[in-house]
Every structure is written in structure tokens, then in C-alpha cells.
């Protein structure tokens, strides 16, 4: 079965620090892996997939298969990143597995 | 365009009671999901919807619960004599398909649930 795991349930740096949110999964097959993000009164969205291999708002994930692990990375954090962080991966079953979060809080 | 929708936003019911829950997908989305969220918890995977079948059932907590979805587009989420620890945000995602698992998932505001 797979799984994912943040280790984090909290997380905070001041603005401009880097920041690194972990992220690590189990899963025999080959994973989609994605961060999804939750701000203030917002819903859950989107942040990045690693197949599009793309840096949003700053962050940027690479998959590391050896160490399975999905860490997202910004070299310098804004105050507008506080937000909940989620690692989920998909399977080519279509299901979804999500990590148990990452709160994430930049102090001015 | 719209996106998806979730009905009711707060549902506040007593212990016994049977509760629905719906959810709007995305027009043209074929892949549709359940979540849920306690509090200080994750997401956690209920159950998946491909058109109007459902290949993963394997979230759902208790026979208590069941889903359907019908015409590929809206889907309930019943659950029977609720208990307290049912108390949850229920959340609804679809995405354009299911299976090829690279498509992002279009999540609803969720269902806020009380059992009292």
C-alpha cells in the first residue's frame, strides 16, 4: 500500500529564509507526486506536480527516487506562504494518497 | 466557469441521524473523489469515482458510509446513524480523468459536519 509521510506538523522561518517542507512516500509502482496548498479561508489547490517540473510562486520539487522523497524548497519565503502544505501522490489506479500536512508559518 | 460545489456547507445533526452530503464536479470531469478531514488530521481518502463507477472503495470507514454518482456529474455521500466521531469537513475533488493519474484535482470549499 502506499503512503506518504510530512514530518513536520509545524514549520516556521522568517521572511526571507529558505524554507524546505519534507516529504517521503512508499509505493511499489511508478508515483505522480504533487504539493497542494491551503491558505487562510482558501481551498485546497494545486500547487505544483513533479512531472511538470515547473517553480510556482517561488517553490520548486524534485523527486529523488533513491531516497523517495519529494521535498518542496523556496530559497526565500514571504509572509504570503503561511499556509497548510500537503504531499499527495497518485497512483495509475487513480487513487490518491495525501500526507497529514505541513503548517507553515513566515514571520515578519 | 464554475467550479466544484459542495452542499451543504455546515451540517449540524444528532447522533442516529442519516445525513447526505453533495457534491458538483466540474462539468466534463469524469474522475470525482471524497476526503476527509478531521481536525489536527490529514486528508483522508474515502473513496473514487470514474464516471459512475466506483474502482476504489477501499476509504470508506464503515459500512455506514456510501457514495454514488450519477450521469458522470453529481455524487452524495450518505452516512447512516452517525456518530460523533463522523464530525469532520468532507471534502469533494475532481479532476478531468481518473487512472492516468497526472491530472491535478479541482477541490470544493467541503462540507462542515457536527455530530452532537
Known amino acids: 500500500a502506499q503512503r506518504v509521510t510530512q514530518p513536520e506538523k509545524l514549520l516556521s522561518v522568517f521572511k526571507g529564509a529558505p524554507v524546505e517542507l519534507k516529504c517521503n512516500y512508499s509505493?511499489?509502482?511508478?508515483?505522480?507526486l504533487f504539493w497542494y496548498v491551503q491558505y487562510s479561508r482558501q481551498r485546497l489547490q494545486l500547487l505544483l506536480r513533479?512531472?511538470s517540473r515547473e517553480s510556482i510562486k517561488g517553490f520548486t520539487a524534485d523527486l529523488n527516487k533513491g531516497e523517495t522523497s519529494f521535498h518542496l524548497k523556496k530559497p526565500f519565503a514571504q509572509e504570503e506562504d503561511s499556509a497548510m502544505y500537503y504531499c499527495?501522490?497518485?497512483?495509475?489506479?487513480?487513487?490518491?494518497?495525501f500526507g497529514d500536512g505541513t503548517t507553515l508559518t513566515v514571520k515578519p | 466557469g464554475a467550479g466544484v460545489s459542495q452542499s451543504p456547507s455546515n451540517k449540524v445533526t444528532e447522533k442516529g441521524k442519516d445525513v447526505e452530503l453533495r457534491c458538483d464536479p466540474i462539468?466534463?470531469?469524469?474522475?470525482l473523489y471524497w476526503y476527509r478531514q478531521s481536525l489536527g488530521q490529514g486528508l483522508e481518502f474515502l473513496i473514487y469515482?470514474?464516471?459512475?463507477?466506483?474502482?476504489?472503495k477501499s476509504g470508506l470507514p464503515s459500512d455506514r458510509f456510501s457514495a454514488e454518482r450519477t450521469g458522470e456529474s453529481v455524487s452524495t455521500l450518505t452516512i447512516q446513524r452517525t456518530q460523533q466521531e463522523d464530525s469532520a469537513v468532507y471534502l469533494c475533488?475532481?479532476?478531468?480523468?481518473?487512472?492516468?493519474?497526472?491530472?491535478?484535482?479541482?477541490f470544493g470549499p467541503g462540507t462542515r459536519l457536527t455530530v452532537t
Open positions: 475533488a475532481s479532476s478531468l480523468r481518473g487512472g492516468q493519474s497526472s491530472y491535478e484535482q479541482y
Open positions: 509505493y511499489s509502482g511508478s508515483p505522480e
Open positions: 513533479h512531472i
Open positions: 499527495a501522490l497518485n497512483t495509475n489506479a487513480g487513487k490518491s494518497t
Open positions: 462539468s466534463g470531469h469524469t474522475a
Open positions: 469515482f470514474q464516471g459512475n463507477s466506483a474502482p476504489d
